[in-house]
């Protein structure tokens, strides 16, 4: 499990930081936080594959966040793509892709589905496709759970911004404890599918004996997911505290420094201070700043300084930083 940033300035691109956008690697799936301007190049750089399952999270309609999500869907149609792209986002984020389908002939050969979150109903609205004139359906969500695998689940919570804008949450499923062969072997269990069934702390039975992995010692206890969580753009608020409780990593946007306070505090943004501060409360375990303003190009390093008195486990995102999620 990884976390790239591939864009980490805040309105502006500048020499070294393109705009918003965060991929975190989970198996073979992508799960990408925000689209900003040139990403496909990024994606390059990156070494990110064009054809594994994607999901793209928007967390609202700023062009910093937005604008290179066109390219990216055109750069997959001209490259066959078959793997499936699933993309969320507010109400109208359909209607922006479509557009361009109508507009610029954005074509989507690939299977592609668009999720527009109505969060005032807690209902999803999916196309399917770039040429639908209504939902393929409405979806009820519960629990703020927009997405579900066998793995993992992503939530999201409404922010605080001067447009909708939506934080998200990456959450892994508690996973299987440790193995140990053998003890499977010491109990004269052979290697065999039933050693799958164990690896996954379920009671076997086996030569008239019932067997409990847990009880015996051949699987240790389930450990706890790995969760991520991705602010978007917003002002310090509740909702992102709890949507990010015990996170492993926080991406927290840091627009401002502390002396900027009242700015960040008139456009809805946070600072770096404001950052850490949501780091602690959450109990989060690592914090990384991001959407930086270009007014800081040769003072970012401050905004860490700032952050690190509050949560000393703070890094300073780069653009093309990997950050192991162990």
Not at 70 to 77: A, D, I, N, T
Not at 146 to 170: D, L, P, W
Request: charged share 30%.
């Amino acid at each position: 499990m990884e976390l790239i940033i591939l864009g980490s300035s805040a309105a502006i691109p500048i020499k070294g930081r393109n705009l918003s956008a965060t991929a975190l690697k989970y198996k073979s799936d992508t799960i990408l936080f925000d689209c900003g301007e040139d990403l496909q190049r990024r994606f390059n750089e990156a070494n990110l594959k064009f054809n594994k399952p994607l999901i793209i999270l928007i967390s609202h309609f700023h062009g910093d966040h937005l604008i290179g999500l066109p390219g990216l869907l055109f750069r997959f149609s001209l490259i066959d793509r078959t793997a499936p792209v699933k993309i969320f986002g507010p109400r109208n984020l359909y209607l922006y892709l479509f557009m361009h389908q109508a507009i610029l002939g954005l074509k989507a050969a690939y299977p592609l589905s668009v999720y527009e979150i109505d969060n005032e109903n807690d209902i999803m609205y999916q196309y399917d496709g770039l040429k639908a004139k209504s939902p393929k359906k409405e979806i009820r969500i519960e629990d703020n759970i927009i997405f579900e695998k066998q793995r993992y689940t992503i939530v999201y919570a409404e922010m605080n911004h001067s447009v909708s804008s939506f934080g998200y949450a990456f959450i892994e499923k508690p996973r299987y404890g440790k193995f140990h062969p053998e003890k499977a072997q010491a109990l004269g269990i052979p290697e065999s599918r039933l050693w799958k069934i164990l690896q996954e702390g379920k009671i076997i039975e086996y030569e008239g004996r019932k067997i409990d992995p847990i009880k015996e010692g051949i699987v240790d206890p389930k450990r706890p997911g790995r969760k991520v969580t991705y602010s978007g753009d917003t002002m310090p608020c509740n909702a992102l505290i709890e949507l990010g409780k015990d996170s492993d990593i926080l991406v927290h946007e840091s627009t401002f420094a502390s002396k900027l306070r009242d700015v960040a505090r008139e456009k809805k943004h946070s600072t770096s201070v404001d950052a850490a501060q949501d780091a602690k409360r959450m109990n989060a375990k690592k914090l990384v700043l991001t959407h930086i303003s270009t007014r800081y190009q040769e003072e970012a390093n401050q905004l860490l300084k700032d952050a690190q008195e509050i949560f000393p486990n703070t890094v300073l995102a780069e653009d093309l930083m990997r950050i192991k999620i162990k």
